[in-house]
T-cell receptor, first 113, second 117 residues
Framework: DGGITQSPKYLFRKEGQNVTLSCEQNLNHDAMYWYRQDPGQGLRLIYY???????QKGDIAEGYSVSREKKESFPLTVTSAQKNPTAFYLC????????????FGPGTRLTVL | AQTVTQSQPEMSVQEAETVTLSCTYD???????LFWYKQPPSRQMILVIRQEAYKQQNATENRFSVNFQKAAKSFSLKISDSQLGDAAMYFCAYRSSTIQGAQKLVFGQGTRLTINP
């Protein structure tokens, strides 16, 4: 099946730890995105990548880092510098950097203990 | 910067009835894209419908249709013959058509839709 997978579904982190959220797609999409969703709110863009080995900051990039070494993969690292990391994280992809429809993965719920 | 506003935090409708969810947006651009996404309890975002601003015809997808009023910057979603499976959070989203602006979706706050059997 073609689609976007995210793992793990639930993630718990102790304060001061870095954690990495996985996002993989087999849709042959060029562009990938990371969004954050807080309770009762819409999504906000953290980082995006249009092509391999290139990525750009979104609106709330502080405390996060990404890499794009392969077309299929766009992992997000939540660093200890992120002051309030507890949230729901959604990965998305689209065919190209043109304004095409973005398709979303199932998300990862991150909780800081 | 573009903004999207959904003024109805919650809506409810009887099964098989019709409901309309409101969305307004603010932009200085003339060409852009608008979307409605559904987020059920599983929390996965599912595309419901998409509208290109340059198209005058309103988009439809089976029981879902939009009323796109470009001059008023309004983009409402109509769900006909509501079904229990339609219960979810619904998000309106804007996407610029420019290369610089096309990299993100700007989301509204969402409307929680409840279907009463």
């Amino acid at each position: 099946d073609g689609g976007i997978t995210q793992s793990p579904k639930y993630l718990f982190r102790k304060e001061g730890q870095n954690v990495t959220l996985s996002c993989e797609q087999n849709l042959n999409h060029d562009a990938m995105y990371w969004y954050r969703q807080d309770p009762g709110q819409g999504l906000r863009l953290i980082y995006y990548s249009q092509i391999v080995n290139d990525f750009q900051k979104g609106d709330i990039a502080e405390g996060y880092s990404v890499s794009r070494e392969k077309k299929e993969s766009f992992p997000l690292t939540v660093t200890s510098a992120q002051k309030n990391p507890t949230a729901f994280y959604l990965c998305a992809s689209s065919i190209s950097r043109s304004p095409d429809t973005q398709y979303f993965g199932p998300g990862t719920r991150l909780t800081v203990l | 910067a573009q903004t999207v506003t959904q003024s109805q935090p919650e809506m409810s409708v009887q099964e098989a009835e019709t409901v309309t969810l409101s969305c307004t947006y603010d932009t200085s651009e003339s060409d852009y894209y608008l979307f409605w996404y559904k987020q059920p309890p599983s929390r996965q975002m599912i595309l419901v419908i998409r509208q290109e601003a340059y198209k005058q015809q309103n988009a439809t997808e089976n029981r879902f249709s939009v009323n796109f009023q470009k001059a008023a910057k309004s983009f409402s979603l109509k769900i006909s013959d509501s079904q229990l499976g339609d219960a979810a959070m619904y998000f309106c989203a804007y996407r610029s058509s420019t290369i610089q602006g096309a990299q993100k979706l700007v989301f509204g706050q969402g409307t929680r839709l409840t279907i009463n059997p």
